[in-house]
C-alpha cells in the first residue's frame, strides 16, 4: 500500500485509527515480514462474476477449511502476532461460520478488517459487523457509472446493491472505504469519483491498480493505462489527498512506483521520502494471503509462489526468513531490463511481481505497467 495522504498531506483517518500515527521520517511498525498482516481469503464463493477476480471465485473451493481447521488458523496467527486479519474470499459474508470466526479471530486480539462486493451488507449485516468491533469495512466499486460497475463484476444490478450495502454500512457508524479497481477503460473519472465518495461518508478509498491474475489474465492490453493516463491519474489523487486531508485517506495499492512518483515529485527524490516507500510494504514483506484450501502465499494475487499451507505446517514455519526474502529484498533477484538497472527498485522492489509474471512469463522481469521511465527520462 502507499498511503498518499499520509505522503502528500501528513494525514491519515482509518490507516492511523488502525496503525497510530505515522509518516515521512516515522514510518509504521504495525507489521514486519515474520508478523504480517494477513489477507484470508475464506471461501472461493462468491455471487459476483468479476472480469479481473484474482481467485478465479464462484464455487466454493472443494478443500475448503472446515470450521474447525479455521479456528486453528486464526490460533496460529495469534501464535506469531499478526496484527490484522482482513476476512475476503470470494465474497467473505458467503461463509456460514464467517461472524463465529469472526469472533474467535477478535477474542485473540487480532483487528478485524472485511473486504467485501458489499452487495450483502443489509442494515443487520451491518449491525452485526459494528458489535464485533471491524475496525473497517472496504467495498468494491469501480465506477460511478452503474453500467460500468455491473459490466465489470459481471452481474446487472450490482451497483445498485452495492451502493446499498456501502449506506447501511456507513449508517451503522463503520468505517468505510472503497476499492477502485484503476484501469484504462476508467481511469479518467477520478475525479469525479472521489467527490462521489465523499458525499456518501465513506473514510478511504483505496485505488488497487490492475494486476493479472486470475481471470484478468484474459483482458487484453486495452485494460491497461498509458504513461500520460497515469499521469494525470496520480497528479489527479495528489490534489484530492490535500484537497480532503483529515476527511478522507487516499491510498493506493499494487504499484510502489506511485510512491517514487511522489517521493520524486513532492519529495524532490529525498531519502526520507524514498524510505518511507520502501517501509509501506506489500506482498510477502507486511503482508501475506491464505486461501480457501489453507495455502499461503505473499499476498493474494501472487498465485504462482506458495510458501506452505497452514494444514500441514503451522505459520510460524511457514514464515521463514528465507521464504520471504525474494519479496522482501526482491531488488537482489530483479533481471528484467529496466527493473533490474533503476535506481529506485531498493525503495519500490519492482512493482508488481504478478504483473511480471503473468505479463512477461518472469516473476522477476520488468512490470510492464511502471510508467517512472517515460515521465523521469
Not at 467473505?92 to 450483502?120: E, Q, W
Not at 479497481?181 to 465518495?197: L, R, S
Not at 511502471?370 to 523521469?376: S, T, W
Amino acid at each position: 500500500m502507499i498511503p498518499i495522504s499520509v505522503m502528500v498531506a501528513d494525514s491519515g483517518t482509518t490507516s492511523f485509527k488502525i496503525k497510530g500515527r505515522y509518516g515521512v521520517g516515522r514510518p509504521s511498525g504495525f507489521a514486519a515480514p515474520l508478523r504480517p498482516a494477513v489477507t484470508w481469503n475464506i471461501t472461493r464463493r462468491c455471487n459476483l462474476k468479476c472480469l479481473h477476480c484474482y481467485i478465479n471465485a464462484g464455487e466454493p473451493d472443494a478443500y475448503e477449511l472446515t470450521t474447525e481447521e479455521a479456528r486453528d488458523v486464526v490460533d496460529q496467527m495469534a501464535e506469531v502476532g499478526v496484527p490484522m486479519v482482513i476476512f475476503s474470499g470470494g465474497e467473505p459474508l458467503l461463509r456460514r461460520d464467517f461472524f463465529d470466526l469472526a469472533a474467535y479471530a477478535g477474542g485473540k486480539g487480532i483487528k478485524l478488517v472485511l473486504s467485501s462486493n458489499g452487495t450483502l451488507i443489509t442494515k443487520d449485516v451491518a449491525k452485526r459487523l459494528r458489535d464485533l468491533g471491524f475496525y473497517y469495512v472496504g467495498i468494491s466499486l469501480d465506477s460511478i457509472e452503474p453500467g460500468f460497475h455491473d459490466e465489470f463484476r459481471g452481474v446487472r444490478g450490482a451497483f445498485a446493491a452495492t451502493v446499498a450495502g456501502i449506506r447501511n454500512a456507513v449508517d451503522a457508524g463503520l468505517d468505510v472505504g472503497l476499492r477502485f479497481t484503476v484501469t484504462a477503460k476508467n481511469i479518467e473519472e477520478i475525479p469525479q469519483y472521489v467527490d462521489f465518495a465523499v458525499s456518501l461518508g465513506v473514510r478511504r478509498i483505496t485505488f488497487y491498480h490492475l494486476s493479472a491474475a486470475g481471470r484478468a489474465q484474459r483482458l487484453d492490453k486495452s485494460w491497461y493505462y498509458t504513461p500520460a493516463q497515469y499521469k494525470a491519474f496520480i497528479s489527479a489523487l495528489i490534489e484530492y489527498a490535500k484537497k480532503y486531508a483529515g476527511k478522507i485517506e487516499i491510498e493506493t495499492t499494487l504499484a510502489p512506483f506511485d510512491g517514487i512518483y511522489i517521493a520524486l515529485t513532492l519529495g524532490k527524490g529525498s531519502e526520507e521520502y524514498l524510505k518511507f516507500v520502501e517501509s509501506a510494504g506489500g506482498c510477502g514483506r507486511k503482508m501475506i494471503s491464505i486461501y480457501p484450501n489453507g495455502d499461503v502465499y505473499p499476498c493474494q494475487f501472487i498465485d504462482f509462489y506458495k510458501l506452505g499451507n497452514v494444514r500441514r505446517q503451522r505459520l510460524r514455519d511457514v514464515l521463514r526468513p528465507e521464504a520471504v526474502a525474494p519479496f522482501v529484498e526482491t531488488e537482489k533477484y530483479l533481471r528484467g531490463p529496466k527493473c533490474s538497472a533503476c535506481p529506485y527498485k531498493q525503495y519500490c522492489k519492482g512493482g508488481d511481481r504478478a504483473r511480471a509474471y503473468y505479463l512477461t512469463g518472469d516473476m522477476f522481469g520488468d512490470d510492464p505497467l511502471c510508467p517512472i521511465p517515460a515521465l523521469f527520462k
